[in-house]
Every structure is written in structure tokens, then in C-alpha cells.
């Protein structure tokens, strides 16, 4: 035993100054193998099977004409899929309702954030109170709260209503909110806003605690202050995290699906129905997997091209103050 | 800090307080209805505390479908964090310590994942669970949950154990510990508070996941809260229970929350910033 031990001593005093540091069972074999891909291997297994060969099986599939419940096996079809997307009202009415919801959830949930971000950044009384308020519907699962406000928006005993009503008296205000198609879109917006906005802003916190103390002291010898400072100052140098919120929300913005999806089931009509939910119920209500499949990768596409786009934004405006 | 004049100051606060209820409004409005009595729940005009308090909807609320959607939301959340945890922390390490050729671009697929949509996902799962008999099964939703949690949770561990010193791992080797063993007595324990950030970030986002489980069960006995909760929106005579279960099934995370809130906020805001 003794031997053995010290033998193993010597070789690894040997080889200790290599520059990647230790990597165990990989010295002391007799082949090298990379034991690191043991540790790697059970949980790429599980990103392989449950995304990696869907992600391309569903490539596949959106390239075949496959109904789940009268074919025995994908058809070849080419892009006919594709194509047929681009012609299909449908499509193109949740494409443009995506579309719209998510620049007023971008706009919103960026400016909102931001905004209150700046304000939980100053010395305020009970700042922990409000940053617990503003944090917690991260937590809460989306569906339930999209319950909760089916509940509040609710025309004849809904808080809204009660609230702009009996509360303020504005009687003329109050209304069935998710019969009609842009205040259902409203409410639909807001409730996603309200379940985002804590993340963000905790992003935003990060970036505003990142600008060094230096720079805001300089800036105050130089006689900036208040709303000055916060323009010329501290908004420029949010850059890398404007990249950061803005992938996430671009990400968020266009995979919305719960929020519709429990609370107005597209209606009243198509007013409210989204990519994502017309992919989802092409699959599992009409089970054509083939053209789902390609709408669920028109989507993707949408996706990945505005994220590459916001990081370049991002990028080249940083470039240049630089 | 910005400092700020004693004016401006007083409007912070004023609109502070404003966007705490805006926020809190749902959360205290559910809560207060879950303990009205039926008859109040459809008054008009409604009031805000119940002027009748009742626990009547929370003991409906044991009844046998809610009980199986809880039961079911526990045991795919369970189980789906255990694995989630185990392998992301062994998986973080093999990264952030023992790289290979290639490990970059291995790193770059999986963190690539996080861009696309679930939803084109979806078809491929739902063909393949159905070819292994694991539609409506708790199973069946706990391994593709792990899947799609592990890559964020694997860029917290690798993060947590590149913050760990060579030195401290160098001397464990000189005791001639094998590289298992090393992970599990002297790496794992230092990797603590990454482990407690997967544990509680995958908690959550399993046990609110809505779009998996909503393609995947058709079954009500086999769907967890998040899904099963929603088919009952329609049922009017029910609304007291629901917002009792409503509660229950928000309690957890929320309880969660304000328990690790500070480690929660620098957790994300650290992962956002090296990520």
C-alpha cells in the first residue's frame, strides 16, 4: 500500500505544473481518457434526447406532410409546409397578434423596469419592503395568475370593475375586458408585464450596481445631478445589460403562450391567439405534427434572428463610445 | 447611490407604495376571496376583506382531484429537482474542471438550447413518450423538465466550481483521492450555494411549468396543479374552493421566496452577469 501511494505522489508531483490543473483519473491511467466526459455524459444525455434530437427531428418533420391520426408515417413534401404558413390567415393573424403583443411587452417591460430599477436604487425607506412586492410574481406560476386575473377582470364581480366603479365611480369605464378584442389584448399585455417586470428590474439593479462608484462621483464634481446625471451618466453605461434584458425579453415576448392560452383561448374570435398557441393546437388538436412543426420553426427563425439583431445593436452602439 | 432632494424623495415613495399594491393586488385579492363564503364571492358590490370568515373553501380543498394534482405536482417537482441537481453538479464540474477537447463547443450546443422555443420541442416529446408509454405518467413529465432545466442549472454549478481555488482541490489529490471521490467530499460541499440556487430556481420553474404538462397529460388524475387548476376556470360554483387551492398551490413558492430572497437576487444577478 505504501508503495503504491507514494508512487502516485511522485507522478503527480511531476506532472502538477501543467496549466490545466488537475484532472484526476485521466494521469493516473494508463490511457488517457477524458474523465470529464463522464461527468458530462448523463446530462447531455438528457439535453440530447429531450432537445437536441427533437430539434432536429421536428426539422425533419416540418418537411413532411404528417397527421398523427390518419398517416402511418411522415410524407416528404419539401417546403410546402413553408409556404403554405405564409398563405394560411391564420398563421399570419397570430403572427401579426405576436407581433403586437410583443412590442407593447417589450416597450413596456424594458421602460417599466428600468424606470423602477433606478428608483430601488436610491436610499429609500422600506426599499426591502418594495423590492419583496415587486419581486414575488416571479414565483408564482404563471397559469395560477392567470386565474387570478380572469377573476379580477371578471365584468360582473371582478375587482376591476368593482374598483373603477364603486370605488372612483368612473361607471363609464368599466366593461367586459376580455370580450373585446383590444382590451382583451390589453389585459393579456398587462398580466405578462406584471409577471415579468421583477426579473428584469433585478437584472437591471445588477447593471445599475456594476457602473462604478467613480464614474457617478465624477460626474457630480462636474456638477450633473438628478435627471441629468441619470441620462447622461447612468443610462449609457447600462449597455451589456441592455443587451442582456433585451435578449431576454425578445425571447419572452414571443414565446407567450400561458397568458392566452388560460385566459382568453385566443378569443373573442382570433383577437388574442399568438404563434405559439396556434402551433400548439395544430399539434395537439388537429395533430398535423408536419406543419406544426414548421410554424414551431418559423418562430424559431423570428426568434434567433431579433436576438442576433439586439446583440449587434447592442454591440455596435457600445463600439462606438468606446 | 444617487442621492436625491428631500421633494423628490417623498415622490418615490408616494410612487413606490403605488407599484407595491399594484403588484400585491392579486396575490391579497385571491387570498382574501379564498376565505369568503360562497354567497359573498358573487356580491355586488363586492368588498374587499370578507365580511364572513369562512374555512369551508380550504376543506373542500382536500377533496380527492385537488389532492392529485398536488400530490402530482410534488412528486414530478421532487423528483425533477433531485436530478436536476445531481447531474448539473456533475456535469458543471466535468466543465469548470476537468475540460476536454471540445468541451467548449459541447458547452455552446447546450447553452444554445436556451434560445429556442419549447414549443418546437413539443411534437418530437410527445411522439416519443407516446412510443414509450409515458404519456400520463409523472415520469413521463419529470425527464423532460430535468432536460430543459439542466442548462441554466449547469452554468450556475460550473460557475460556483471555477469560484473554487486550485490549490484546495490539489491538496485533496496529494491525499490520493480518485476524482470521484474528490467531487463528492471536498468539491460538492463547496459548491453549496450554487446547489442551493438549482435547487431552488428549478423548484419553481417545474412546479409552475404549464406547457409541457399541458401536451403531455391528458388525464386529469396525472396532471400536476399548474395544468389541472385551469380546467376548472369554467366551473362558476366552484370559485371559493379554486381560490382556496389557488392559495395552497402559490404558498409554497412564495414561502420559498421570502425565506432565500437576498440569495435569489445576487444569485440571478451574478448568473446574468458571468452568463
Do not use: C
Amino acid at each position: 500500500m505504501v508503495t503504491t501511494t507514494s508512487s502516485i505522489r511522485t507522478a503527480k508531483a511531476v506532472q502538477t505544473p501543467e496549466p490545466e490543473g488537475p484532472s484526476g483519473g485521466a494521469r493516473r491511467g494508463k490511457r488517457k481518457f477524458p474523465v470529464g466526459v463522464l461527468f458530462i455524459l448523463p446530462a447531455f444525455l438528457f439535453i440530447f434526447v429531450f432537445m437536441l434530437y427533437p430539434l432536429v427531428s421536428s426539422g425533419y418533420m416540418s418537411l413532411t406532410e404528417y397527421n398523427f391520426v390518419y398517416d402511418d408515417t411522415p410524407k416528404f413534401i419539401g417546403l410546402d409546409n413553408y409556404f403554405a404558413a405564409f398563405q394560411d390567415t391564420q398563421f399570419m393573424t397570430a403572427l401579426s397578434n405576436t407581433f403586437v403583443f410583443g412590442i407593447f411587452y417589450f416597450v413596456i417591460v424594458m421602460v417599466a423596469s428600468l424606470a423602477i430599477a433606478l428608483l430601488l436604487f436610491q436610499k429609500v425607506r422600506f426599499n426591502s419592503f418594495y423590492r419583496s412586492a415587486i419581486f414575488v410574481p416571479i414565483v408564482v406560476p404563471l397559469s395560477l395568475a392567470a386565474l387570478v386575473f380572469l377573476w379580477i377582470l371578471q365584468p360582473n364581480y371582478g375587482l376591476l370593475n368593482y374598483f373603477l366603479g364603486d370605488v372612483l365611480g368612473l361607471h363609464f369605464l368599466t366593461q367586459p375586458w376580455l370580450s373585446n378584442g383590444t382590451t382583451a389584448m390589453g389585459s393579456i399585455i398587462v398580466l405578462s408585464a406584471w409577471a415579468s417586470i421583477g426579473f428584469v428590474t433585478i437584472l437591471f439593479l445588477a447593471g445599475l450596481q456594476g457602473i462604478s462608484p467613480d464614474t457617478l462621483e465624477a460626474a457630480e464634481m462636474d456638477g450633473a445631478r438628478g435627471l441629468k446625471k441619470i441620462f447622461f451618466i447612468v443610462l449609457p453605461s447600462l449597455r451589456e445589460t441592455y443587451i442582456l434584458t433585451g435578449t431576454w425579453t425578445i425571447i419572452h415576448a414571443l414565446k407567450v403562450f400561458v397568458e392566452p392560452m388560460v385566459m382568453t383561448d385566443g378569443g373573442p374570435g382570433t383577437s388574442t391567439l399568438v404563434v405559439y398557441q396556434q402551433v400548439y393546437l395544430t399539434a395537439f388538436t388537429y395533430f398535423d405534427m408536419g406543419y406544426a412543426s414548421a410554424m414551431g420553426y418559423i418562430l424559431g427563425l423570428i426568434i434567433l434572428i431579433l436576438v442576433v439583431l439586439n446583440f449587434f445593436i447592442g454591440r455596435i452602439r457600445a463600439g462606438k463610445d468606446a | 447611490m444617487v442621492r436625491a432632494s428631500l421633494f423628490s424623495r417623498v415622490w418615490m415613495n408616494v410612487v413606490l407604495v403605488v407599484l407595491a399594491i399594484l403588484f400585491l393586488a392579486p396575490l391579497i385579492y385571491i387570498l382574501f376571496n379564498s376565505f369568503k363564503p360562497a354567497g359573498e364571492i358573487f356580491q355586488v358590490p363586492q368588498s374587499i376583506l370578507p365580511k364572513e370568515w369562512t374555512f369551508e373553501n380550504y376543506l373542500a380543498a382536500t377533496s380527492k382531484g385537488f389532492i392529485d394534482y398536488f400530490k402530482n405536482s410534488v412528486v414530478i417537482t421532487v423528483g425533477g429537482v433531485v436530478l436536476t441537481v445531481l447531474l448539473s453538479s456533475l456535469a458543471g464540474y466535468g466543465f469548470a474542471k476537468l475540460p476536454f477537447k471540445g468541451t467548449n463547443f459541447v458547452l455552446l450546443v447546450i447553452v444554445a438550447t436556451l434560445t429556442v422555443p419549447l414549443v418546437i420541442f413539443l411534437v418530437p416529446m410527445f411522439l416519443m413518450e407516446n412510443e414509450f408509454g409515458l404519456l400520463d405518467t409523472n415520469l413521463g413529465l419529470i425527464l423532460p423538465n430535468v432536460a430543459v432545466e439542466l442548462p441554466f442549472a449547469i452554468l450556475i454549478m460550473r460557475a460556483s466550481f471555477m469560484a473554487i481555488p486550485k490549490e484546495i482541490e490539489e491538496s485533496a489529490t496529494m491525499d490520493g483521492a480518485g476524482v470521484f471521490r474528490r467531487w463528492w467530499t471536498v468539491m460538492l460541499p463547496m459548491a453549496r450555494n450554487g446547489m442551493v440556487l438549482v435547487v431552488i430556481m428549478a423548484s419553481y420553474a417545474i412546479w409552475g411549468e404549464y406547457t409541457m404538462a399541458k401536451a403531455l397529460t391528458m388525464d386529469p388524475s396525472a396532471m400536476p396543479l399548474s395544468v389541472g387548476l385551469t380546467l376548472l376556470k369554467g366551473e362558476v360554483w366552484q370559485y371559493g374552493v379554486l381560490a382556496a387551492v389557488i392559495v395552497l398551490a402559490m404558498l409554497p413558492p412564495i414561502i420559498i421566496f421570502i425565506i432565500f430572497q437576498k440569495h435569489i437576487v445576487s444569485g440571478v444577478a451574478q448568473g446574468a452577469v458571468k452568463g
